[in-house]
């Protein structure tokens, strides 16, 4: 079975640092691109960060660039977030999700991980 | 950046009526469009793709259309399990954006 399971969110202040992990089971992740999206609580979705299948181009949402980068193992099967200077807008729950191999679409995701920003 | 906008914000929805959601792009995204389903407290889930290609394991209730701006997803008859948000993305451009979602509702 493909699957994702994100790790690493906790609860950090402001100015902080934390590093997301999501482990990749049931498929090469070498093969595909993959992507950090958000979701903040009680709001909409957000595209975060992705990497390509090598890991040769990396890609950042304006609120984030500078900030955070996305990095992958694939060795291990891991794409993993690292975030730094963090502000209470980043709190939210963050998915990683797999390009579908015909298209740029997210065909699995984790279950995500939640990142809280407060003092 | 592509601004991806759904409407209605909320659909209200007799269970086995038809829900038509829209979706409208600033520019446009060819057929590079895909749609997702969110129920509360889960992860997204891939509908569609290529504007009208149902994703693996989507019931046929489910279909998509159009391409550049317009795009528009279809549920033919809602089922119980149907009523959830619905998100837009476009994946034609750099940053990948998504729309602030639909809720379908029971009305």
């Known amino acids: 079975e493909v699957q994702l399971l994100e790790s690493g969110g906790d609860l950090v202040q402001p100015g902080g640092s934390l590093r997301l992990s999501c482990a990749a089971s049931?498929?090469?992740?070498?093969?595909?691109?993959m992507s950090w999206v958000r979701q903040a609580p009680g709001k909409g979705l957000e595209w975060v960060s992705a990497?390509?299948?090598?890991?040769?181009?990396?890609y950042y949402a304006d609120s984030v660039k500078g900030r955070f980068t996305t990095s992958r193992d694939n060795s291990k099967n891991t794409l993993f977030l690292q975030m730094n200077s963090l502000r209470a807008e980043d709190t939210a729950v963050y998915y990683c999700?797999?390009?579908?191999?015909?298209?740029?679409?997210?065909?699995?995701w984790g279950q995500g991980t939640m990142v809280t920003v407060s003092s | 950046e592509i601004v991806m906008t759904q409407s209605p914000a909320t659909l209200s929805v007799s269970p086995g009526e038809r829900a038509t959601l829209s979706c409208r792009a600033s520019?446009?995204?060819?057929?590079?469009l895909a749609w997702y389903q969110q129920k509360p407290g889960q992860a997204p889930r891939l509908l569609i793709y290529?504007?009208?290609t149902r994703a693996t394991g989507i019931p046929a209730r489910f279909s998509g259309s159009g391409s550049g701006t317009e795009f528009i997803l279809t549920i033919s008859s809602l089922q119980s399990e149907d009523f959830a948000v619905y998100y837009c993305?476009?994946?034609?451009?750099?940053?990948?954006?998504f729309g602030q979602g639909t809720k379908v509702e029971i009305k």
């Open positions: 290529g504007a009208s």
């Open positions: 999700a797999k390009d579908h191999w015909a298209s740029g679409a997210f065909d699995i």
């Open positions: 990497i390509s299948g090598s890991a040769g181009s990396t």
């Open positions: 049931g498929f090469t992740s070498s093969n595909s691109a």
């Open positions: 520019q446009s995204v060819s057929s590079n």
């Open positions: 993305q476009q994946y034609n451009n750099w940053p990948r954006t």
